[in-house]
Every structure is written in C-alpha cells, then in structure tokens.
C-alpha cells in the first residue's frame, strides 16, 4: 500500500509519488522525504561555511575570517600576514630593529651604526663589531708531569720534574696572536721587523702590553678584567687584577701560566715535543732536524725571521706555533719549581722576571721543546717574544 505518512516530496515506496514536492531552491531528501534548502556557494568567499554544512577554506596563521574573507591581523605582505612588531620589506615581513647593534643590516634594507673599524668584522647576528682573533681550542682538567726527565736532550736545570693538577677547563687561542689582530684590538702597532705582515705573530711587545691587550679583549667580549693597568699604548703598566686570588679565578682573558702552557703543549705527549724526542746531535741549529722542522720554526728552518702563524703542522688538539716561532709570555713570575706534587700552580706571588715559554725562529732546537723555560724582564720587549690569549672556562 502506498504510503506518504510524514513525507511531503519524494517515492511513497510503491511507485506513487508524495505531493506536493520541493520548491525552487529545495531538494528532496528520498530517504527522510523531506525538502531541504541546500544551495552550496562559496562564490566571493575563501573562508567559513557556505551555508549548507560545507566550508569555503581555512585562513592561515596569524589571519582572521571576517565575512569569508580571510583578514591579516597586523600586516598584509603581498598576501603573507606579518606578526605584531613586523613590517613588510620587498615582499617579506620583517623588524626593522637596531636597538643595541652598531653594526650591520637592521633586517629590513637599513644599515646599524656606522661600521666597524680596521681589522673588525660585523656579526650579523649580534650586530656588534668583533675582532678576529683566531679560533679558540678548549681544554679540560688534568694531571700530568710537568717538566723534563734527567736524560732528556737538550735539558736545562730548572726544569725539575713534578706532578701537577690542573682542576679548571680553559680555552687558548689556537695561534699566536697574530700582528693584525693586535693592531684592530690596541689602535697601535707594534715594529714588523723583516717585514713578515699582519698574519705573522706579534713581536716586540712587553709584558705589561700583553696583559693589557688580553683586557681589551674581555672588555670587547663582556668579561671582567683579569689585570689592574694604568697609562696607555707602549707605556701602559699593568699588574694581575687584586679582586682574584688566582689568575684561574678571573673569568677574562689572560696570559696562560706556565702549567696552563706546557699542558697545552704536550698536548697529552710525555716526549720532548709533541713529535717525539731531539736527539744530542739535534738540539742546536742543526738542519734538517726530522722531529722539529715539521713543526717548530727554529734557528734550524727559520730562515732568520717569523713566519706566519699555522704555517706548520699542529699538536693533537689544534694548537700551532706552541714550539718555535716566537717565544710567548706566560702569567706566571719566575721561580723555581716545587719537588713535590702541586695544584693550580701560578708561580711565586712576586718576582722581578716573567716566564717565558716555547723558543723561537732564532734560538736552537733545545729552546723548541715542551719543558723548556726562560724569563724576562716584564718590561722587555724581544723582537722573538709575543703572546695568545687563555681564559677560564665556567
């Protein structure tokens, strides 16, 4: 029997039909039997419904749908919305932001600041003017013998073999400081003698110099002072800092101590370079000398002048020139070692002479090795004397 019971369009199931149907703009839902307005229209729309269930799309991130259009919250970049704080340059959002950079691109086509100096570079990210000083080789906590054994060839007196603990981790600067870079962090330069340019190491600079230069550095990089120095350029004084105990407790830049050095040097070797033992007919300028000429610049190889630094091959752990080359002053005054064991040593607490370590183009074999030690007068300056940079790790 055909039946229409709740059914106003569609089949009665029997082949009849259900009056009345649908109007214009409806349709028939032939399971309900009911007439349903469903006219899908996204047309002008790209968000939201279209009014029958379906959507008209999504808006992306940081865009709100406003009667189906999607609307930029902040700013509208060539149809890609900028976040607050952001404008739009040359099609892409972007903060055009200085604050607290003197160098480089704000980010949105201006320039920062005025530009760095002779021998800076711009860090981008930063934007602060840096000094390129080199790279930095870190190095952790150890005990080793410092010094030399009674047979070893070449040996002087004052290197008496002893335990040493070394208890904090340091980084060194894997080169000598080099001429160029003393010259962008000073404002003055030093003589080049021979000629040998801005990539060889510093010379013919004094003590007081160097310390001074190492707090230049930690001024340029954030860090507190490790020495209390008054006057400036080649007559400046300086004197290790009072407000540390040790020069290990200053968390800025400093001149290594003689332990922070050779430990450097030996590079965990326990030879008299880190490319084995000289020989007793190899310890003055003999030539060629197969274990130093590979890796010291000595009276042997030199030439008679500095070369430029890295030239040669590195010990284990990156570090160049610790041997020949130029002499390099230590932290430390001089005085003899102790006998016995000894942890964080710094040398006596006062003296009239610096250490000085790892020999130099003009000085023979003997000079070039690990345990080999000389001092100087802090005020000195030696055309075969420069320097590189420590600082105690955290």
């Given at each position: 029997?055909?039946?229409?019971?709740?059914?106003?369009?569609?089949?009665?199931?029997c082949?009849?039909?259900?009056?009345?149907?649908?109007?214009?703009?409806?349709?028939?839902?032939?399971?309900?039997?009911?007439?349903?307005?469903?006219?899908?229209?996204?047309?002008?729309?790209?968000?939201?419904?279209?009014g029958?269930?379906?959507?008209?799309?999504?808006?992306?991130?940081?865009?709100?749908?406003?009667?189906?259009?999607?609307?930029?919250?902040?700013?509208?970049?060539?149809?890609i919305?900028?976040?607050?704080?952001?404008?739009?340059?040359?099609?892409?959002?972007?903060?055009?932001?200085?604050?607290?950079?003197?160098?480089?691109?704000?980010?949105?086509g201006?320039?920062c600041?005025?530009?760095?100096?002779?021998?800076?570079?711009c860090?981008?990210?930063?934007?602060?003017?840096?000094?390129?000083?080199?790279?930095f080789?870190?190095i952790?906590?150890v005990?080793?013998?410092?010094?030399?054994?009674?047979?070893?060839a070449?040996r002087?007196s004052?290197?008496?073999?002893?335990t040493?603990?070394?208890?904090?981790s340091?980084?060194?600067?894997?080169?000598?400081?080099?001429?160029?870079?003393?010259?962008?962090?000073?404002?003055?330069?030093?003589?080049?003698?021979?000629?040998?340019?801005?990539?060889?190491p510093?010379?013919?600079?004094?003590?007081?110099?160097?310390?001074?230069?190492?707090?230049?550095?930690?001024?340029?990089?954030?860090?507190a002072?490790?020495?209390?120095?008054?006057?400036?350029?080649?007559?400046?004084?300086?004197?290790?800092?009072?407000?540390?105990?040790?020069p290990?407790?200053?968390?800025?830049?400093?001149?290594?101590t003689?332990?922070?050095?050779?430990?450097?040097?030996?590079a965990?070797?326990?030879?008299?370079?880190?490319?084995?033992?000289?020989?007793?007919?190899?310890?003055?300028?003999e030539?060629?000398?197969?274990?130093?000429?590979?890796?010291?610049?000595?009276?042997?190889?030199?030439?008679?002048?500095?070369?430029?630094?890295?030239a040669?091959?590195s010990?284990?752990?990156?570090?160049?020139?610790?041997?020949?080359?130029?002499?390099?002053?230590?932290?430390?005054w001089?005085?003899?070692?102790p006998t016995?064991s000894?942890?964080?040593?710094?040398?006596?607490?006062?003296?009239?002479?610096?250490?000085?370590?790892?020999?130099?183009?003009?000085?023979?074999?003997?000079?070039?090795?690990?345990a080999?030690?000389?001092s100087?007068?802090?005020?000195?300056r030696?055309?075969?004397?420069?320097?590189?940079?420590?600082?105690?790790?955290p």
């Amino acid at each position: 029997m055909p039946d229409c019971t709740g059914r106003v369009c569609g089949l009665d199931g029997c082949g009849g039909t259900c009056l009345p149907g649908c109007g214009v703009g409806e349709t028939c839902d032939e399971t309900s039997g009911q007439c349903e307005v469903c006219t899908p229209d996204c047309d002008g729309r790209e968000c939201g419904s279209d009014g029958c269930g379906a959507s008209c799309g999504d808006c992306l991130a940081d865009a709100s749908c406003v009667d189906g259009i999607c609307v930029c919250d902040f700013v509208d970049c060539d149809g890609i919305c900028c976040v607050s704080g952001e404008i739009c340059y040359a099609g892409s959002c972007c903060s055009a932001d200085c604050a607290g950079r003197d160098c480089g691109s704000d980010g949105c086509g201006g320039t920062c600041g005025v530009g760095c100096g002779t021998g800076e570079t711009c860090d981008e990210t930063s934007g602060q003017c840096e000094v390129e000083v080199g790279e930095f080789v870190s190095i952790d906590p150890v005990s080793f013998e410092m010094g030399s054994p009674g047979g070893e060839a070449g040996r002087w007196s004052n290197e008496v073999q002893h335990t040493v603990s070394l208890t904090r981790s340091f980084t060194m600067l894997s080169t000598e400081l080099t001429l160029g870079a003393f010259e962008a962090l000073m404002g003055y330069s030093p003589p080049d003698h021979l000629g040998c340019g801005t990539d060889c190491p510093v010379e013919d600079v004094n003590w007081h110099e160097a310390a001074a230069c190492c707090n230049v550095l930690s001024a340029a990089e954030g860090f507190a002072s490790c020495y209390t120095c008054t006057g400036a350029g080649t007559a400046v004084d300086c004197e290790p800092a009072v407000a540390y105990a040790t020069p290990y407790d200053c968390p800025g830049y400093r001149l290594p101590t003689e332990a922070e050095w050779e430990y450097a040097a030996r590079a965990g070797t326990v030879t008299a370079t880190y490319n084995g033992d000289l020989d007793n007919r190899h310890v003055d300028c003999e030539y060629p000398n197969d274990v130093l000429d590979s890796i010291a610049w000595s009276c042997g190889n030199g030439g008679g002048k500095r070369h430029v630094v890295s030239a040669l091959t590195s010990n284990e752990w990156g570090l160049y020139d610790m041997l020949g080359n130029v002499w390099e002053w230590c932290h430390d005054w001089d005085g003899d070692y102790p006998t016995g064991s000894v942890e964080d040593p710094w040398g006596p607490t006062s003296g009239t002479l610096r250490s000085v370590r790892g020999g130099s183009w003009f000085n023979g074999a003997r000079s070039s090795r690990a345990a080999a030690r000389i001092s100087v007068d802090p005020a000195n300056r030696i055309i075969t004397l420069g320097f590189r940079f420590v600082r105690t790790l955290p």
